[in-house]
């Protein structure tokens, strides 16, 4: 579903390391917003999803992959000026959640690393 590899590869460490399986919410409207959830309380800890570059605030206007994760409240602002592919979250709260671009520009394991965040971090 997902064009880009590094959606796929994010999705499948997502599935390996936290047993989540993608959850489809919006099969008519929003067919690949894909939600990750744990499974003791149901919270979200990701959202991936192919959307507009525009979007983002981006110039150009074509389809891309993100990651949406939760982050340390108010703290999103700065991260994602440390980055041009890390931004305020795309359709959620920006205090509390950061966009990142799957495009294969940031390397996996720091994703990783922020999907983990993510997750400890919506575990409460």
Not at 12 to 35: D, M, N
């Amino acid at each position: 579903m997902y064009k880009d590899t590094q959606t796929n590869t994010i999705i499948g460490h997502i599935k390996t390391e936290y047993s989540a399986e993608p959850e489809f919410l919006w099969p008519e409207r929003y067919p690949s917003y894909a939600v990750f959830r744990h499974k003791d309380n149901k919270k979200w800890f990701a959202l991936v999803a192919t959307i507009s570059s525009k979007s983002l605030g981006l110039e150009d206007d074509k389809q891309i992959d993100i990651i949406n994760l939760k982050f340390d409240k108010n703290q999103t602002y700065d991260f994602a000026e440390t980055s041009d592919h890390i931004f305020p979250a795309y359709h959620m709260n920006k205090n509390n959640w950061i966009t990142i671009l799957l495009d294969g520009t940031l390397q996996d394991n720091l994703i990783f690393d922020l999907i983990r965040k993510s997750y400890l971090l919506s575990d409460k």
